[in-house]
């Protein structure tokens, strides 16, 4: 009986087993060629993408709004909420739906509205020194229809926000950019209209709140 160190293959299989070698150098870099020129067609096509879209850029005058009180944040947090609700989903489902007469009966005549309310204060605790700062997202679901009906892009804004923290001497701020010199850049006077009753709008409730 031969050892199986000593077995000598026939010549056949050595050919063949060379053979099968080539012919897998030769695909793995058939492979290889068909990646690198995927890569090349994709990052070309990336080029030609960006190559095609249109970047504009525009300066805008924003008018921001400090408005300070001397009552305690919590007194100005609570009379906000009291004077601003929170907003009822059954208004946005209505113009959804495209019933504006039952939006405008859900609003009951009440200009704004609380979308959502964050303590950014909390976040500072990652420094050892949280802060009381609300951010409030406030607006209209019907109000912005108004405006987006005729520039979609005014939807960038809407709904406003509105920062209440209390400074180092513990008073309430109130901070907010005026929502006219927000919406003016799109130059539609339905747009600004709007912009412009927003001002009032939000105006009279702040300064309700800091009263």
């Known amino acids: 009986m031969n050892d199986a160190s000593s077995i000598t293959l026939p010549a056949k299989f050595i050919v063949t087993g060379a053979a099968n070698a080539r012919n897998a150098r030769r695909t793995s870099r058939t492979l290889l060629t068909l990646a ?23 300066a805008l005058q924003v008018e921001h709004i400090k408005m300070e009180t001397t009552k ?12 601003v609700p929170q907003l009822d989903p059954a208004i946005a489902e209505a113009l959804a739906h495209g019933d504006e007469q039952r939006a405008t009966e859900l609003e009951r005549g009440q200009p704004l509205f609380i979308f959502l309310k964050r303590d950014h204060g909390a976040l500072l605790q990652v420094v050892g020194r949280p802060r009381k700062a609300l951010q409030y997202e406030i607006g209209n679901p019907h109000t912005a229809s108004k405006m987006t009906r005729h520039r ?4 960038l804004y809407a709904p406003l926000r509105v ?7 513990g008073r309430a701020i109130f901070e907010y950019d005026k929502p006219s010199s927000l919406f003016g850049q799109f130059d539609e006077e339905q747009v600004s ?4 009753s927003l001002d009032e709008s939000l105006e009279r409730a702040l300064r309700r709140a800091a009263e």
Do not use: N
């Open 36 to 58: 690198a020129c995927s890569l090349v067609l994709l990052f070309a096509g990336m080029e030609r993408s960006m190559a095609d879209s249109t970047l504009t850029r525009q």
């Open 72 to 83: 305690k944040f919590a007194d100005v947090e609570a009379a906000l909420e009291r004077i």
């Open 152 to 155: 979609l892009p005014a939807g």
């Open 163 to 169: 920062f209440l923290y209390e400074d180092e001497q």
């Open 193 to 196: 209209a709007v912009g412009r």
